[in-house]
Structures are given as structure tokens and as C-alpha cells.
């Protein structure tokens, strides 16, 4: 069983640029859900995708999209990227779309100059 | 609005001394409290998780207590080693299924 992946695990970006960070879930997992961790603060809840579908957001601007697709593997997208996107971006794989255990890959580490 | 405060910020003892970590909650209508572990550089790993009906979770020398009246939580460590050594998150689960966050307890053990 492999556990939850991220790609990639660093990354320099400019602002105004555009980026997208992967995920790959946890086999038999068909929820994914995405985070934003600024440095010494809590996770804060971006949006979850269960069987390809929008399950719920937080309260993150329009120009942050996600994807699901078939295998469950899911990408973050970032649009016109500010300074304060600077934040290491987790996600979490979980069985069922509900109240279950998240497990959670190693993040990505994006720096916005 | 849901918010989750975890107290001390941060928190220094020697080895093999019991600890307890807090965490509140101001809205009592959960589904779950979940505490987890993060290492530097690395992810999230789940240490337990308490659902509403529950009171307390154990797993090996970790405790965790859930009073949802009150809305507090407490992790309890037993036996302190330097490997326990990481930043200890709480985080609820409402009725959206979102996960809402403390900023964490970093805890160092002294050997």
C-alpha cells in the first residue's frame, strides 16, 4: 500500500506567475482534500474533491482551482500568485468523503518572490 | 465561527516526564477532534482520532480526552522521550467535513 505523494516537494516561483502542485491519494482512497499551512500557523482548508466532484471550500479566492481525475490523483492550481501564497501546500487522502482519517502526504513548499 | 486555540505555543521538559497538551474549541457541534504530529519538513501524521459520542482515545503512551460541553481536549503523553519531539496540532471536523485547525504545540524533550 502506497501512501499519499506530492509533487514537487520545493518550489520558487515569481509573482503573478501560475503554478500547480500534484497529489497522488492513498490506493482505495477516493477523496482528496488541500491545505495551506503558512509558516507557524495551523493548516487552513482550501477545498476537498471526492469522485471528481467539489465537495467543499474554504475561504480561498477563485484564482485557487483543483482538479480530480479518475485514478483520484488530484492537482492544485494557483493563478496570479501573490507573496502571501509563500505556504507549504498539503493534501490528504481519505476513504470516503466524510468523517474519516485523513493521511497526509509531505507537502509542497512553495516560495512566491 | 468555529475556532480552535491550542495552549502553550510552545512547551520545553526533560525526559520521561508526563505532559499534557490543550486544545479548545468554541462550537461544540463536531463530528470528530483528530490530534497530529508534524515534523519539520515533513507531513501531517495522525496520532488519534475522537469522534463526538466518544470520550477518550488511547494509543500506546498517548491519551486524548474530548469534553465537547466544554469544548476542550487534552493530550496526554506518557513518559517523555526525545523522539516525541514535533509540533502536536488539534484539529475538529464539522458538519462540512472540513478540518479547522489549531496552530499547534511545539514540544522539545531534553535527553
Known amino acids: 500500500e502506497t501512501g499519499v505523494t506530492q509533487s514537487p516537494t520545493h518550489l520558487i516561483k515569481t509573482r503573478g506567475q501560475q503554478v500547480t502542485l500534484r497529489c497522488s491519494s492513498q490506493?482505495?482512497?477516493?477523496?482528496v482534500s488541500w491545505y495551506q499551512q503558512a509558516l507557524g500557523q495551523g493548516p487552513q482548508f482550501i477545498f476537498q474533491y471526492y469522485r471528481e466532484e467539489e465537495n467543499g471550500r474554504g475561504n480561498f479566492p477563485p484564482r485557487f482551482s483543483g482538479l480530480q481525475f479518475p485514478n483520484y490523483s488530484s492537482e492544485l492550481n494557483v493563478n496570479a500568485l501573490e507573496l502571501d501564497d509563500s505556504a507549504l501546500y498539503l493534501c490528504a487522502s481519505s476513504a470516503g468523503g466524510g468523517e474519516e482519517t485523513q493521511y497526509f502526504g509531505p507537502g509542497t513548499r512553495l516560495l512566491v518572490l | 465561527k468555529q475556532e480552535v486555540t491550542q495552549i502553550p505555543a510552545a512547551l520545553s521538559v526533560p525526559e520521561g516526564e508526563n505532559l499534557v497538551l490543550n486544545c479548545s474549541f468554541t462550537?461544540?457541534?463536531?463530528?470528530?477532534l483528530q490530534w497530529f504530529r508534524q515534523d519539520p519538513g515533513k507531513g501531517l501524521t495522525s496520532l488519534l482520532l475522537i469522534q463526538s459520542s466518544q470520550r477518550e482515545q488511547t494509543s500506546g503512551r498517548l491519551n486524548a480526552s474530548l469534553d465537547k460541553s466544554s469544548g476542550r481536549s487534552t493530550l496526554y503523553i506518557a513518559a517523555s522521550q526525545p523522539g516525541d519531539s514535533a509540533t502536536y496540532l488539534c484539529?475538529?471536523?464539522?458538519?462540512?467535513?472540513?478540518?479547522?485547525w489549531g496552530a499547534g504545540t511545539k514540544l522539545i524533550i531534553k535527553p
Open positions: 490506493s482505495g482512497h477516493n477523496t
Open positions: 462550537d461544540s457541534a463536531i463530528y470528530n
Open positions: 484539529a475538529v471536523q464539522g458538519s462540512n467535513y472540513q478540518l479547522i
